[in-house]
Each structure stands twice: as C-alpha cells, then as structure tokens.
Nanobody, 127 residues
Framework: QVQLVESGGGSVQTGGSLRLSCAAS????????MAWFRQHPGKEREGVAT?????????AYADFVKGRFTISRDNEKNSLYLQMSSLKPEDTGMYYC???????????????????WGQGTQVTVSS
C-alpha cells in the first residue's frame, strides 16, 4: 500500500511558476515508477511527466510541458516533485501524483497503468 498526498497547487498568472510536491508513505516510493497527471473538467487524466525508480532512472515529459516542467524525486523524503515554469492558462487543472508498481515507466503513459493515486491539487493559471 502506498499513500500519496499532493500539495503546492494554487493560483498564478501566465508566466508564473509553481512547485508541486507529493509525499508518499506506506512503502518506499523510490522502488517504483512515479508520475504526475493532470485533469481538466470533463476530460480524462493525461500524463504530464514520469520518473523511473532508482534502479531504472528515466524521465519523460508530455510534449505540451517539455522545457517548462521538471519532475524530480527525493528518496530520503520519499517525495516526488513537479517544478512548473512559464505556466499557461491551458495548464489549469487538477494535478495528481501516481505510483506504478513497476520499477520502470511505460513509454505510453495511461492512467489505468497506475496503482495508487493522491487526492490531487488544483492549479489555476490566469491570463
């Protein structure tokens, strides 16, 4: 069992920055693939970024965030982060962290692949 709690969301203007955090408990998250997803109202969750386990380090980003967002993890704190910069109104949504109980992340990122989810944190970007 892995429990995930996101924080760091908020409201910013276009071009601003936010850093999302996801605290994991119940198991050692560094053993698993972790990801950030986001969801717009009425739409399916979409993968934003993934990071592989310590033993299979890898990073992947959706095209719409490349060069603007950075995913990272702190294994000592059992935490996952998403540094978001140059935010745009279309980045508005609920952001979730998730764990896939595999050491490596699949290249085709789909929500159904992930086993544990946090409750989400809202990000709002105004123009």
């Amino acid at each position: 069992q892995v429990q995930l709690v996101e924080s760091g969301g908020g409201s910013v203007q276009t071009g601003g920055s936010l850093r999302l955090s996801c605290a994991a408990s119940g198991d050692t998250a560094s053993r698993y693939c972790m990801a950030w997803f986001r969801q717009h109202p009425g739409k399916e969750r979409e993968g934003v970024a993934t990071i592989g386990s310590d033993g299979n380090p890898s990073y992947a980003y959706a095209d719409f965030v490349k060069g603007r967002f950075t995913i990272s993890r702190d294994n000592e704190k059992n935490s996952l982060y998403l540094q978001m910069s140059s935010l745009k109104p279309e980045d508005t949504g609920m952001y979730y962290c998730a764990v896939d109980l595999r050491a490596w992340c699949q290249s085709d990122v789909r929500a159904h692949q992930y086993d544990y989810w946090g409750q989400g944190t809202q990000v709002t970007v105004s123009s």
